[in-house]
């Protein structure tokens, strides 16, 4: 019981953060709100921080009837609306997250409902900082096709993105500035998130902390070459789960992930992009059917949003 207390307490608490952005924002003198269509191609729906990433691709299809197709698909396809001022959105998902080129295969599909609401917390005070919380929840049914188990899953996703203060401080943001000498050489980025996973088999509550640290090698020369800063990249990325509601039957270790590629966005907003990188993968995921292994891959990496 005294852990059902701190669930609700903890979804009470998202409830009221929400509700009083939306109010304090609707006593302001706004334009009206629109809609906005959104079509979006990404690695995951979990949260914010897996929506930013691209989807992955590699198959393998022999002419022999005796040689199984070989695949590695971690993609996401969402179909949402969202409204520009408030910043609310909701959608359709589809994933799928397979990988027979590894020794203990993983193949789930999941199909779901995702919303979110960027809360944009401000201080009136001269000199004060400002920041923006995205926060995510969905709603999945995830179809583990390996180990033959159908669960519900809800996860509860939260980030801070600071705005104005300290540059190095500031998610996604990069550090040093564009223009400045050491920018020319190299520029990182960092992301990350918080949050609550539930897993209907096990009827479990797991804690969530995601990490991820961007490299951006020779800004100045992919500035030339395809008129961006983020052609050569480098990004580690750290994803810890632990049992915070009743304990689990799968793998729960920590994964690790390190990759080295090429990155081309395009589009008008730079959204979309098309790469091509080496991964060095290590841990488990206990949301796509993962277990603890290490491996690597040479993967097409591609995310599109289209409105």
Known sequence: MKNHNYL?????????????STSAQSQQSQPRDSVVFKL??????????????????????????TVSNSWLTNALIETSLGTAISRWSFGLTAEL??????????????LGISMGKVIVLQRQSIGS????????????NSEDKIKDKEELQAILGLSFDRLVG???????????????????????????????AYLGDGKAVLGQFDFEFNLFFLPILSDLLVDRYDLFKAQFTYNGRSEFINEVDRDLDTQFNFQVGINLPFGSDNQNSLGIAHDWIK?????????????????????????
């Open 283 to 307: 841990g488990a995921d206990p949301l796509k059917g993962l277990d603890d292994q290490q491996y690597r891959t040479l993967t097409v990496k591609a995310k599109i949003i289209i409105k």
């Open 8 to 20: 609700s307490l903890t979804l009470a608490l998202t409830i009221i953060i929400t509700v009083y």
């Open 40 to 65: 979006t191609i990404a690695k995951a729906s979990d949260n914010d921080f897996t929506k930013g990433k691209p989807a992955e691709f590699i198959g393998t299809f022999p002419s022999s009837d």
């Open 129 to 140: 900082s400002s920041f923006e919380m995205p926060l995510t929840l969905n709603f999945k």
């Open 166 to 196: 300290v540059q190095i401080l500031r998610t996604k943001s990069l550090f040093p500035a564009y223009g400045k000498r050491l920018a020319q050489v190299l520029m990182f980025s960092h992301d990350h998130n918080f949050g609550l």
């Open 97 to 110: 997250h397979r990988n027979t080129l590894i020794e203990k295969k993983q193949d789930v599909r999941q």
